[in-house]
């Protein structure tokens, strides 16, 4: 057997120890040595946002590594682009799906491949001298799949020698920076399309110089560490007659299936690019010489082309080669990839080899077809009568202009049925969907939902099964708002025409959070400006946990004390209605969420931030959802009130009761922050309690004063 990725430590010229990690920890890892320890964190509330970012911090002249996930990637896309045209390095990990990493491989960024979290590790390591190198001068991506490296922890070796690390990555080379106040410059000047054709033309001999670059720096990475790294993996590769070719982690799932094919004196090999921008194409040309057949898997596809964007560039580079007569096949396979798919993926190139024709060269591998939306298995429709029954009757308080609400006796919510089915795949003391069955029972006649991309919506939707009994769309991306202002026009608009029947029954409902909401905020503010009667309800669970629990901008301590209001900022766009709310106080909830679906009918849009209890990630038992949110409230840290009509009302005084506790109080219960109230923590708690006070004394002005 032959891998040209070794771990010979024996041979390694630095010392290092043993770390236990997943892709994103090794990513973080290496960012902690590219910085020797001298590491700055920055938060950014998207990925166009977070790739902006990092252009700017780049330009400043400073050695940049950051992270981000698929759906954080292709907002980024024009940033990445205006980074690679401005010729400024940074390192971008980015675990994904292969459809996002095809759609920015002409973005002009090096793009190198991770099998494993030691791969990821390694590699960004490299990247940053790759980048940095005077002949290259180009943004670095480190992809790794998001479904097993970034979270499939694994024992890996981290360089533990400062001085060998400096000796490797060398200092940043100095650039010209908008920060140089002596050395006035224009970055990014407006050109024409000869302009363009320059500066692409620079990002290709840039490209070009990559490939000698990025051999030598991978050199050197093998004599620091003991682990030797090629622009291709070639696994079995001596005397293979036919070949399997894989991106990142599947090809280790192959490797098993060759060595079980050598076992049967079948001679099968496996390549996998380490580099994928500039593509290897002389290295996939040496490897493929001699083999009679090749399946290429992917996951993703190119629609329409006969392949993905993998399969049409080997049989690209091998056009080049006037020897060579290597019969390459396609396969897009699904998500997961184990040795038997490979076996199965070996057998066509094996039928392809022994008869020199290719029989089926593009097809879909281990996929169901999927059933259209209206074949699909669903659960019983709910009847407008089942859930139109007045359990809160809203009326308009002749004094005050706001709204009074009479909620009957929550044994009689127990009748009205459910719009979300059990049986969802939530953890055990998960707050959402408490939040969400709490709405739902109080919001009278029909309902359309969408969800943006978060827990909520991975685990009630397993398709082609659902646990929503009402129309449910996903927006993956952070344009829930505007996609739901869009449904609701049309809506509107065939009402109007007569296609639909005209009911006022109809409310449309944005469920956000699992820092989704800071991500679309833009959008929200948006239809909020345009008036759109809908209700955005946001269960803030204070992180992206579906995303491996990041952090938001509202996770406590740490962004103290900067933690995001976003119930103000939709205040302050003059909707008619925002209100602040928790599931350990359903009667209030409740009340809310009538008000809010009044609103939302017949003014415009209300908005509703809920503090959702997530035992996982907060670091709690299961059960103790009713003493966490509790202190959450009345530490003032979550305070629960409603600006209705610009008037803003305190609905829990935890002064009033007696009963204020200090924020300690609530940051001790939860595993996650209860560092924070040792002495070590002193200033940082003492910063998060000063700023709740005034942002509380704040609410409790306004709540007196009859303007605001």
């Known amino acids: 057997m032959n891998s040209d990725t070794l771990l010979i430590p024996s041979r390694a010229n630095a010392r290092q120890r043993i770390e236990f990690a997943n892709g994103d920890e090794a990513a973080a890892l290496a960012a902690r040595a590219a910085a020797a320890l001298d590491l700055s964190a920055f938060e950014a509330e998207d990925g166009a946002a977070l790739a902006a970012s990092c252009h700017g911090a780049a330009l400043g002249g400073t050695r940049v590594i950051a992270a981000t996930g698929s759906q954080g990637l292709l907002p980024a896309l024009a940033e990445l682009v205006a980074q690679s045209t401005s010729r400024v390095p940074m390192v971008l990990n980015a675990a994904c799906d292969h459809a996002e990493l095809y759609d920015v491989l002409n973005a002009g960024w090096i793009v190198l491949c991770a099998r494993e979290p030691q791969a990821v590790y390694d590699l960004d390591l490299a990247a940053v001298r790759i980048g940095e190198h005077p002949d290259v001068r180009l943004p670095v991506l480190v992809a790794y799949d998001a479904f097993t490296t970034r979270h499939e922890k694994r024992r890996l070796l981290v360089v533990d020698d400062a001085d060998a690390l400096a000796a490797f990555?060398?200092?940043r080379p100095a650039a010209p920076s908008p920060l140089d106040t002596n050395r006035p410059a224009t970055f990014g000047a407006h050109g024409d399309e000869a302009d363009l054709a320059v500066v692409r033309a620079q990002v290709s001999e840039a490209m070009e110089a990559a490939r000698r670059v990025i051999f030598d720096v991978l050199g050197e990475l093998g004599r620091l560490t003991g682990r030797f790294y090629s622009h291709l993996d070639a696994y079995d590769m001596q005397e293979a007659e036919i070949a399997i070719v894989l991106l990142n982690s599947a090809s280790e799932a192959a490797k098993e299936a060759a060595d079980i094919w050598r076992a049967t004196e079948r001679k099968a090999g496996v390549l996998s690019p380490n580099v994928l921008r500039p593509f290897p194409a002389k290295e996939f040309r040496a490897q493929l010489r001699g083999v009679k057949a090749a399946t290429v898997a992917e996951r993703a596809d190119s629609y329409g082309a006969v392949g993905g964007n993998l399969s049409i560039e080997l049989r690209a580079a091998l056009q080049q080669d006037p020897g060579?007569?290597?019969?390459?096949?396609?396969?897009?396979?699904?998500?997961?990839?184990?040795?038997?798919?490979?076996?199965?993926?070996l057998?066509?190139?094996l039928v392809a080899a022994a008869t020199g024709q290719v029989r089926d060269m593009f097809a879909y591998h281990g996929t169901a077809p999927i059933e259209p939306p209206a074949k699909q298995p669903r659960l019983p429709r709910i009847r407008r009568e089942e859930v139109s029954r007045g359990l809160a009757k809203v009326r308009r308080n002749a004094q005050t202009g706001r709204l009074d609400v009479e909620l009957e006796p929550l044994w009689r919510m127990t009748a009205v049925p459910s719009r979300i089915a059990p049986g969802h795949g939530a953890c055990p003391g998960c707050g959402a969907f408490t939040t969400l069955h709490q709405v739902f029972k109080v919001l009278e006649g029909d309902v359309v939902a969408l969800f943006q991309s978060?827990?909520?919506t991975v685990v009630s939707t397993r398709g082609p099964f659902t646990a929503h009994r009402v129309n449910f769309v996903h927006e993956p991306a952070t344009h829930g708002a505007s996609t739901l202002s869009g449904l609701m026009e049309a809506w509107r608009e065939r009402v109007r025409r007569g296609e639909l029947p005209d009911s006022k029954d109809v409310t449309f409902v944005m469920v956000t959070g699992d820092g989704a909401m800071e991500a679309g905020l833009a959008d929200a503010v948006a239809a909020a400006n345009r008036g759109s009667r809908m209700i955005i309800l946001e269960y803030d669970n204070q992180g992206r946990m579906s995303a491996g629990a990041q952090p938001t901008q509202s996770l406590p301590g740490r962004a103290a004390p900067r933690t995001s209001d976003t119930p103000q900022v939709m205040a302050a766009c003059h909707v008619p209605y925002v209100f602040t709310a928790s599931e350990a106080y359903p009667e209030d909830l409740m009340r809310?969420?009538?008000?809010?679906?009044?609103?939302a009918t017949n003014e415009g849009l209300a908005y509703g931030k809920v503090l959702s209890f997530c035992p996982l990630h907060w670091r709690t038992a299961d059960d103790a959802a009713q003493p966490v949110l509790q202190a959450a409230?009345?530490?003032c840290s979550f305070p629960l009130y409603e600006v209705e009509r610009g008037h803003t009302a305190i609905t829990y005084d935890p002064d009033a009761t007696g009963r204020r506790r200090p924020v300690a109080e609530w940051l001790k219960l939860m595993g996650r922050t209860a560092h924070l109230v040792e002495p070590a923590h002193a200033d940082t708690l003492a910063a998060l309690q000063a700023e709740t006070d005034?942002?509380?004394?704040?609410?409790?002005?306004?709540?007196e004063h009859p303007l605001l």
Do not use: M, N, V
Request: proline share 2%.
């Open 324 to 345: 060579s007569d290597t019969r390459i096949l396609t396969r897009i396979y699904g998500k997961a990839f184990h040795p038997a798919d490979a076996e199965r993926l």
């Open 169 to 171: 990555l060398g200092e």
């Open 694 to 703: 005034r942002r509380w004394a704040r609410l409790k002005a306004k709540h």
């Open 454 to 456: 978060g827990c909520a």
């Open 347 to 349: 057998d066509d190139a």
């Open 633 to 635: 409230i009345d530490s």
């Open 592 to 599: 809310k969420a009538a008000k809010a679906q009044w609103y």
